[in-house]
T-cell receptor, first 115, second 115 residues
Framework: DTAVSQTPKYLVTQMGNDKSIKCEQN?????MYWYKQDSKKFLKIMFS???????INETVPNRFSPKSPDKAHLNLHINSLELGDSAVYFC??????????????FGQGTRLTVV | GDSVTQMEGPVTLSEEAFLTINCTYT??????LFWYVQYPGEGLQLLLK?????DKGSNKGFEATYRKETTSFHLEKGSVQVSDSAVYFC??????????????FGAGTQVVVTP
């Protein structure tokens, strides 16, 4: 039973298009995240939501808009896709983030390729 | 700012060799420290963690000790297998309401184990 699942796994699209990536977690966690992994494997946080409320927005272009309909889901919508958006996007979740001990659980990633 | 520095890869080893991946951190508070592993084509999995100074995390034959005096969390395994070939990420989490569970990752170290 998958803990953090994201769809689709692969996404190939043209520049200028709008696309969405969906994420769901069944761990009962209150906090969800989006991370971006670039071509050199470097991982950086994009957003964090706690109980449907945006907590962290790490200077991400406003073409990226996260949406959390409930605390088990966090979707990422990207408008006007650019070549530089090509990356692997990871969804993650954690419990009690105020406590440093907690780890995050990651999904399998969505490889986005903009052509 | 807070940061994590890992040794650059790729690290190429023969099966049964000893593996060390160095990780040092800079943090304003008292972080929890993590090692995540990414197998080819997969998401990130937590390998081990340590939440306070002198804690030792261990899992699947891997170990790392939280050394506050040297701000380090080096990963070691005594005898690697081909199946350990992956990218390994060191990460920190400051906790608290400012970082809200945000993981700060190192650049990742690719490990290649040959038969």
């Amino acid at each position: 039973d998958t803990a953090v699942s994201q769809t689709p796994k692969y996404l190939v699209t043209q520049m200028g298009n709008d696309k969405s990536i969906k994420c769901e977690q069944n761990l009962g966690h209150d906090t969800m995240y989006w991370y971006k992994q670039d071509s050199k494997k470097f991982l950086k946080i994009m957003f964090s939501y706690n109980n449907k409320e945006l907590i962290i927005n790490e200077t991400v272009p406003n073409r990226f808009s996260p949406k959390s309909p409930d605390k088990a889901h966090l979707n990422l919508h990207i408008n006007s896709l650019e070549l530089g958006d090509s990356a692997v996007y990871f969804c993650a979740s954690s419990q009690v983030p105020r406590v440093a001990r907690t780890e995050a659980f990651f999904g399998q990633g969505t490889r986005l390729t903009v052509v | 700012g807070d940061s994590v520095t890992q040794m650059e890869g790729p690290v190429t080893l023969s099966e049964e060799a000893f593996l060390t991946i160095n990780c040092t951190y800079t943090a304003t508070g008292y972080p929890s420290l993590f090692w995540y592993v990414q197998y080819p084509g997969e998401g990130l999995q937590l390998l081990l963690k340590a939440t306070k100074a002198d804690d030792k995390g261990s899992n699947k034959g891997f170990e790392a000790t939280y050394r506050k005096e040297t701000t380090s969390f080096h990963l070691e395994k005594g005898s690697v297998q081909v199946s350990d070939s992956a990218v390994y990420f060191c990460a920190l989490n400051l906790g608290g309401t400012d970082s809200w569970g945000k993981l700060q990752f190192g650049a990742g170290t690719q490990v290649v184990v040959t038969p």
